[in-house]
């Protein structure tokens, strides 16, 4: 009863499974119980094992991608969020056609470097975490370019700082993506 009642609230909330894109995916929501790590680069939260967690799935807060479960237990799992300095993962930026890895600051930001300073990048502009299959099926909104300066030490290349497209530290819950769920 507790269980469908909060799966409702998810439902409702979030407005995913609405998106034919969601149909047969389960979205787990969560309640942060402490922010952890060096710079709160990670968050514990309240699911774990028990509720289909497992280690690489994505996790959103406020309809987009703050980071990957790292950890998991039984009843608790670990978020390393994509502002760690170890968090890597796959994106792509609006209009642009091509993957890139984003690199965590941990500074409640990232970085996405290695891109050709002949594509144009404007400030505002929306990143994506890109397909994982098994993980993410569909690019997610992870955040929006906050800086895009030419590199230090190539200046053909871009520097690009991503800033969180939702306040990270601000969370009280959040909603694991579970792609493929074992029925």
């Not at 499974?17 to 968050?43: E, M, P, Q």
């Not at 807060?61 to 994509?82: E, M, P």
């Not at 939702?166 to 694991?176: F, H, M, S």
Request: proline content about 3%; hydrophobic content about 40%.
């Amino acid at each position: 009863e507790w269980l469908a009642q909060e799966r409702q609230k998810v439902e409702k909330l979030s407005g995913l499974h609405d998106r034919a894109v969601w149909k047969g995916v389960n979205f787990v929501l969560a309640d942060v119980i402490t922010a952890s790590g060096s710079s709160h680069n990670r968050l514990i939260i309240n699911r774990g094992k028990s509720d289909g967690l497992a280690k690489g799935q994505f996790v959103l807060g406020d309809y987009s991608i703050i980071g990957t479960i790292s950890d998991v237990d039984w009843r608790t799992a670990q978020v390393k969020l994509f502002t760690d300095p170890t968090s890597r993962i796959a994106v792509k930026i609006e209009g642009l056609n091509i993957d890139r890895v984003m690199q965590g600051n941990g500074n409640n930001s990232a970085r996405v470097q290695y891109l050709a300073a002949k594509h144009k990048v404007k400030i505002g502009v929306v990143v994506y975490a890109g397909k994982k299959p098994g993980f993410l099926d569909v690019p997610m909104i992870i955040g929006t370019v906050a800086q895009c300066k030419r590199g230090d030490e190539n200046p053909l290349l871009w520097d690009i700082t991503v800033k969180p497209a939702c306040d990270i530290e601000g969370l009280n819950t959040v909603n694991v993506i579970i792609m493929n769920p074992q029925k």
